[in-house]
C-alpha cells in the first residue's frame, strides 16, 4: 500500500475509529486501527465486535492494499504532526509513515487478522436532524443499567411510528422516554447498547444522521462516518404500563438553576445514597441532606398546587441528571406521595425516578 | 465566634490555605483549615508542617475565636454558594456556616489541636517584582531533585548578592540557573523546598512580592498572603565549579518551536530512557530515537558554528522543560562532544544536562 491523504482528515478519522477500540482488550488486534486503500479512498477501521467505527476518507493511491495499526500510536502521531500531506507506505506489515520532514517506521500486524465485519443486507433507512437527535438521546443516556445481568436494560429502546422515534431507557430505578420527527416511514423497534450510543454521541456532526437497521445491527451514517453496532436481542420493558397515574398529584414549580445549584450543595457531604429529604410547604421547598460530619438544610422558593405538603427522599444525582439533560428555565416536578416515583416532564420529555424509602430516624435527624 | 465575610474573599482565601495541605495526611489536623477571627480580620490558615500558608481577610466579627475546618469540605462548600456575604458560627468545636437561604451545620476541630506556628523574629528583606520572580522560578523548578537522600537538592538554592538574586537547582542530571533584579542590599543564600516553591507559584498574584528570611525558615509576602516555609539545611553544592569550559565548542542555533515539536514526536514510542540522538552536520540537526515498536527520524534546519558534526544523545524530556521554560523564539544549544554537558543560555539563564552515554548499538540502530 501506498497513499497520500490529508493529516486533518486521517486524524479525525483516527480520532472516530479509536473511539470503538478498548484500550485493556487483551487482544492486541483489538487495539489496532484497520487502513484500507482501494480505488481513491482510503477505509480507516476500528472495532470492539460490538461497535465497529469506519471513516472514509480521499486519498491518492499509488498502490491498493492493508495493514493494521497500534490506534494509540497513530493517534499520537497524526495529532503531533506539523505538515499537511502524510504519507503511508506498507508491505503490509512494517510501515513507514511520512510528514513534512518526520519519518516513522512503525511494524504493524497483518490485515488479515482484524475482525472480519458483518455483510449487512435488507436494511430499514430512515433519518432526522442531527441537532435534534443529539439531544434527544442526550435525554435517555444517562440511565440506561450498567447491570449485564439484565442486558436488555443495557440499551436504549428505539421505537419507531407514524414519522416519530421514540426513545426509552431505564435502569430499574428511574424511566426516561423522548420523543422526535424523523424521515421515514418504517414501523419498527430494537435495542441498541448504550455504552455504542454514548460513542454515537461523542461523534455526531454534520446536519443529518442516517439510521439503518439491520436484522442483529443498526447503522448510524454520520457524513464520511458509518458507526455499526450489534443490537441487544429480547423484549423491552412495556414502558407504557409502569407510569403511574397522576391525575391526583401535586406538582411544584421551580426555577432549575438555583434548584440545582441547591443539590449541588446537599451533595457535598457526600452520604452514601446521595439521597436528600424534599419537603415542600408554604410555597417553599426545604432540601435537606446529611452525614456523619453534618448536615445542609436548603431552602428555595417555589410554586405549589394540588395537596401542598409531601416529604419524599431521592437520590440527588438522578435528579440532577435528568435537570442536565432538559433546557427549561423552570421545572414542574410532580409528586404522588412519597412511595410513587418524582415525575419530571416536558412538552416532549418525560422522566420518572423512584424515591428512596425514608427510614423514621433519617427523616427526624434532617 | 461569630464572623461576617465576603464569600469570593473566604474562596480565594481558603483555595490559597488549601495548597499546604496534603490530602493523604493520615493526621485529620493537617486535612484541616485553622480560621481564627479577630479584631477585625479572619485568618484562613493552612499547614502541612513543613509549609504554612495563611490569608488575612477582611471580617465583620460579632464575636472572636478559633475553629478548625476540614479542607476540603469548607473549600466545597466556599466553591458552591451562591450568595455574597458568609456568616459563621461556632462554639470551637460545631460550625453553621450560612450564605442565602443554605444552611450547613457541620463538626470541626478544636483550634488547640492545630499545629503551633514558629514565632519569626530578626528577618532580613528584600523584594522582587512578582511577574518577574514568577518567569524565574520556572526556569528552575522543573529541576530540583526528588531524591530525599540527597535534601539539599530537594530544593532551589536561593543566593543574594549585590542586589540580583540568583535561583539554581540541580538533580544531579542537569542543573539551571538564573539572575533576576531585587530590591535590597543583604548578602545571603538558603535553600527553600522545591515543592514549597510549586506551591508559591500557583499562588503568585499582585504586582510584589516580600521576601523575608528567618534563622530556619523564609516568608513570602503576597498581598495578604503570607507563604512560609521551613529552610533546608546543609551547604548547597558550588555550582560555579561544575560549569565546563565551553570556550572551545560546537553551536547549533534553531528555531525553538519547530524542535520542540519534534521532540515531542520522538517521544512517541515512549523509549525507556526517553533518549534522543542528534546528529548535527550541513546546517541540518537530525533527530532519532527508537523502541521495540518502530524508528523516528526528524530532520531541521539549523545554523552551526564551531566543529559542525556532533552526534549526542539525552533525555528529551529534560530538554523539552527547559525549552518550556524560555521564552526565546531561537535557541543556542552548544556541546563540546558527546560525553560532555548541553548547555542552552540566554542572558539570564543556564542550563547544562549531561547526555546519556551512546552504546553501539543504540548508535548503529538509530
Do not use: W
Not at 144 to 171: A, C, Q
Not at 252 to 273: P, Y
Not at 306 to 332: C, P, Q, R, T
Amino acid at each position: 500500500m501506498n497513499v497520500k491523504v490529508k493529516k486533518g482528515d486521517l486524524s479525525s478519522a483516527v480520532e472516530s475509529a479509536s473511539k470503538s477500540i478498548n484500550a485493556r482488550s487483551t487482544m492486541p488486534i483489538l487495539q489496532s486501527i484497520l487502513l484500507k486503500a482501494k480505488e481513491s479512498t482510503l477505509h480507516v477501521i476500528g472495532t470492539n465486535l460490538e461497535l465497529t467505527i469506519e471513516t472514509k476518507i480521499d486519498a491518492e493511491i499509488e498502490e491498493e492494499g492493508c495493514v493494521c495499526i497500534d490506534a494509540k500510536l497513530l493517534s499520537d502521531l497524526t495529532k503531533k504532526f506539523s505538515g499537511d500531506d502524510v504519507f503511508i507506505e506498507s508491505d503490509g506489515t512494517s510501515i513507514t509513515i511520512r510528514n513534512l520532514l518526520s519519518e516513522f517506521k512503525i511494524v504493524g500486524q497483518l490485515a488479515e487478522e482484524f475482525p472480519e465485519l458483518p455483510r449487512l443486507t435488507n436494511g430499514n433507512k430512515f433519518s432526522v436532524n442531527q441537532g435534534i437527535f443529539n439531544k434527544a438521546i442526550q435525554k435517555v443516556l444517562y440511565c440506561f443499567s450498567k447491570d449485564e445481568f439484565r442486558p436488555v436494560f443495557t440499551g436504549i429502546y428505539f421505537e419507531i411510528n407514524n414519522g416519530k422515534l421514540t426513545l426509552v431507557s431505564t435502569d430499574g430505578y428511574r424511566l426516561s422516554r423522548t420523543t422526535v420527527d424523523i424521515d421515514g416511514e418504517n414501523e419498527i423497534s430494537f435495542i441498541v447498547p448504550g455504552k455504542s450510543l454514548l460513542e454515537v454521541n461523542k461523534i455526531l456532526k454534520g446536519d443529518k444522521i442516517e439510521i439503518v437497521v439491520y436484522a442483529n445491527h443498526v447503522e448510524f451514517r454520520i457524513l464520511n462516518t458509518t458507526i455499526m453496532t450489534r443490537l441487544i436481542e429480547g423484549q423491552y420493558l412495556n414502558y407504557k404500563n409502569v407510569i403511574p397515574n397522576i391525575s391526583q398529584n401535586i406538582q411544584v414549580k421551580i426555577k432549575k438553576n438555583d434548584f440545582m445549584r441547591a443539590l449541588e450543595r446537599t451533595l457535598i457531604f457526600n452520604n452514601k445514597n446521595n439521597y436528600v429529604i424534599l419537603k415542600n410547604y408554604n410555597n417553599k421547598v426545604h432540601l435537606s441532606s446529611q452525614s456523619a460530619i453534618g448536615k445542609i438544610n436548603e431552602e428555595l422558593l417555589c410554586e405549589s398546587t394540588g395537596e401542598i405538603e409531601i416529604e419524599i427522599a431521592f437520590n440527588a444525582k438522578y435528579i440532577l441528571e435528568v435537570l442536565n439533560a432538559i433546557d427549561e428555565e423552570e421545572v414542574i416536578f410532580k409528586f404522588i406521595d412519597n412511595k410513587n416515583p418524582i415525575i419530571i416532564e416536558t412538552d416532549d420529555f418525560f422522566n420518572m425516578t423512584l424515591p428512596i424509602v425514608i427510614k423514621e430516624n433519617i427523616s427526624n435527624a434532617a
